[in-house]
């Protein structure tokens, strides 16, 4: 079984600091996405890579898919209380619609 | 606005009992899922289907049961219900598309389901 394991599992920092989410695995996707999960709501997209080394924006946040397409990293710039939910992983092979999840960060940012 | 709605936002059932957990999306997607969501284990997939009538295993399958035939309805079945399935129930829905790029998954916002 394909596993994602995501690190830090718990993270809480304070409005204006900087944080790095880790998500690793054995095996190579075809692509790899990040979810924002909210209390009471089920995840949202924010962003898939698809190729090794690729790095995306969305705002604040900086989205990176490792050169060998096994490990992804997510990057947040002055993190705001906004910013607070679980981030999920998630990985695909080439040839399935199905996604494996990572085992979740849940970030919570003080004000 | 796209939407993916689940029949319950919380359940209560006693051991032994049959549970049907049901997911509706009005996006025309081919693909659903179900999973479910546990602290520290992320989402892990029960069962997948890419058409109607069509089911495809995912990693946690025992205990559970689906039936879709509808191509908007997808339902998860619990026989019988055991404490063990206590957890949050997530369906999700996506489009068939050759590139993966395109894949996102679109979910509900759960079912908390617990079983005494």
């Known amino acids: 079984t394909q596993l994602l394991e995501q690190s830090p599992q718990f993270l809480s920092i304070q409005e204006g600091e900087n944080l790095t989410v880790y998500c690793n695995s054995s095996?190579?996707?075809?692509?790899l996405q990040w979810y924002r999960q909210e209390p009471g709501e089920g995840p949202v997209l924010l962003v898939t890579?698809?190729?090794?080394?690729e790095v995306k924006k969305l705002k604040r946040l900086t989205f990176q898919f490792g050169d060998a397409r096994k490990d992804s990293s997510l990057h947040i710039t002055a993190a705001q209380p906004g910013d607070t939910g679980l981030y999920l992983c998630a990985g695909a092979t080439s040839g399935t619609y199905k996604y494996i999840f990572g085992t979740g960060t849940r970030l919570k940012v003080l004000a | 606005d796209v939407k993916v709605t689940q029949s319950s936002r919380y359940l209560v059932k006693r051991t032994g009992e049959k549970v049907f957990l049901e997911c509706v999306q009005d996006m025309d997607h081919e693909n659903m899922f179900w999973y479910r969501q546990d602290p520290g284990l992320g989402l892990r997939l029960i069962y997948f289907?890419?058409?109607?009538?069509?089911?495809e295993k995912g990693d946690i399958p025992e205990g559970y049961s689906v039936s879709r035939e509808k191509k908007e309805r997808f339902s998860l079945i619990l026989e019988s219900a055991s404490t063990n399935q206590t957890s949050m129930y997530l369906c999700?829905?996506?489009?068939?598309?050759?590139?993966?790029?395109?894949?996102?998954?679109?979910f509900g916002p759960g079912t908390r389901l617990t079983v005494l």
């Open positions: 890579v698809v190729t090794g080394g």
């Open positions: 999700a829905s996506s489009s068939t598309i050759t590139s993966d790029l395109y894949n996102e998954q679109f």
């Open positions: 095996s190579v996707f075809s692509s």
């Open positions: 289907s890419y058409d109607v009538k069509m089911k």
